[in-house]
């Protein structure tokens, strides 16, 4: 078995970088593993290499799409490097692993990232942009790996400059003092205290137990001792945030109210990153006067962040969660963010169908049989029920989802406001109930839409004024001077969330 580990190891090192080997990093540490003829490439194991189209996306199924291609081209040639080293840091936190791996009397350093193969573009892209690393894979499971002591000096290049936020930066720490204390010793052969201070290292790290390997993607559990952050201070970019999203956060569209819900999770020892996170969604907020806006009243933020205990009977740790579900924050604030940032992964398409549920939202159309049904079938298509491995998105649509979408979209509001300022529902005849104040829409000099709100309450709350100054500013008409620009208020269908 260690004669194998040091000729398959030997056969990465000199592997041509950007080559798609079908074997997932697991096999790589697991000496059971034999090589039964030639290493292919990924199209020559399933036919052809895994990237997307919107049409695909449908049913969920990863097909060759030049369209796709060219998104990754555009990306590779578009994202300058501090874009790019931002959100693979972030992206590194979310979903990145440190591994050392004794071999007799030596040491292999691997660094490595565990995705669903459906991400093999996303992976391949990474190789084109570092220009270091092979891609492996196996049944379900996608992994980017860097072995080579010049290769990981790369990766020490970025998250030396730019270190990572969670208490992944722990891991990292101990995997680059174990670098420096194996390649810098004096003597060829690994003394007794070097071996154990790396066997020392590694313990406190991940662990690579095969027993340990997560059950859910074939990649390993997680094991890190207790890190408080000290010297390195949490560095929240828009980068971080969007690798972050991709690793680890959701769109959600809830199937019995068609509510909407961005979200991340972590661990309860990530809660420093989490409020670091909260404040900086938070930040995003528009200029008011001459400070931000901020939230006077614990229960109007729109930036939710909760603590849960573990189950009940269960061993799992206890976690923290942050959510956005007041739709003027995510109109205003979650939106023009993530549509200012380069997307990297298929999570995009996640993303792109939870605008779509909210444009349909906005016209009334979920009060129409089409827009309930349409919204229905968005849902039951996002997040892992777009993996290609679900068998449930073999089964083809009869039409074609964004088809339908613009068909529908493109057809005049199914609200209507009347005289008296109620809102009818055109499909049902019936007045919309439970809103109070009517939506609030706010344009510049130039009469572009620059907010939109649900209520005028909520506009109050947001420019941090009285209510009755919004009402004065909607009955009379006269802009309002803030920062510059004269902004006029008007009335107008809320959001119907």
Request: net charge positive.
């Amino acid at each position: 078995a260690h004669i194998f580990y040091l000729f398959f190891f030997t056969f990465i090192i000199n592997y041509p970088v950007a080559t798609i080997i079908p074997y997932s990093i697991f096999d790589l540490l697991n000496s059971q593993l034999t090589i039964k003829g030639p290493l292919m490439e990924l199209n020559e194991v399933h036919g052809e290499r895994l990237t997307y189209s919107p049409m695909a996306k449908t049913q969920g199924v990863g097909v060759a799409s030049q369209e796709n291609i060219s998104k990754f081209n555009i990306a590779l040639n578009s994202l300058s490097d501090e874009n790019f080293h931002e959100w693979f840091r972030g992206f590194v936190d979310a979903e990145g692993n440190f591994f050392l791996q004794p071999i007799d009397s030596r040491f292999k350093f691997i660094f490595t990232l565990c995705l669903h193969k459906d991400e093999a573009p996303l992976l391949e892209y990474i190789v084109q942009k570092l220009g270091i690393g092979q891609v492996f894979i196996k049944e379900d499971t996608v992994n980017y790996t860097v072995i080579r002591k010049v290769d990981l000096l790369k990766i020490f290049s970025i998250l030396d400059k730019k270190p990572l936020n969670t208490s992944k930066h722990l891991n990292y720490i101990m995997f680059r003092q174990g670098y420096d204390l194996y390649f810098n010793r004096e003597s060829n052969k690994v003394s007794k205290e070097i071996f154990e201070q790396l066997l020392n290292l590694k313990n406190q790290m991940n662990t690579l137990a095969p027993s340990l390997r997560s059950k859910s993607r074939g990649c390993f559990a997680k094991k890190r001792i207790e890190f408080d952050r000290v010297g390195d201070p949490i560095n929240i970019t828009a980068y971080w945030l969007l690798g972050f999203t991709e690793g680890d956060g959701y769109f959600s569209v809830n199937k019995k109210d068609f509510s909407l819900k961005f979200g991340i999770g972590q661990n309860y020892k990530e809660l420093p990153v989490m409020e670091a996170i909260q404040k900086f969604l938070l930040s995003l907020l528009p200029p008011v006067g001459e400070g931000k806006y901020s939230i006077k009243r614990s229960n109007t933020n729109p930036v939710k962040l909760a603590t849960y205990d573990s189950a009940k009977g269960r061993n799992d740790e206890p976690m923290c969660y942050i959510t956005v579900n007041q739709t003027d924050f995510i109109s205003n604030v979650i939106l023009p963010f993530f549509d200012s940032v380069t997307w990297l992964s298929k999570k995009e398409y996640d993303y792109q169908d939870w605008k779509l549920v909210l444009n349909i939202l906005n016209q009334g159309k979920h009060f129409t049989d089409e827009g309930k049904e349409l919204i229905l079938q968005i849902a039951n298509r996002m997040n892992n029920n777009r993996l290609s491995t679900n068998i449930a998105q073999t089964k083809p649509l009869s039409v074609n989802i964004e088809e339908r979408a613009l068909k529908l979209l493109s057809s005049p509001s199914n609200y209507e406001i009347q005289t008296d300022g109620k809102i009818l529902i055109k499909s049902t005849g019936t007045y919309l109930k439970g809103r109070g104040n009517i939506g609030v829409k706010v344009f510049d000099d130039k009469g572009e839409i620059i907010y939109s709100f649900n209520s005028i309450k909520n506009c109050a709350l947001f420019f941090n004024v009285h209510s009755r100054t919004i009402i004065r500013r909607l009955d009379s008409g006269k802009f309002m001077e803030l920062n510059g620009k004269n902004l006029v208020f008007k009335r107008e269908v809320p959001v119907t969330l």
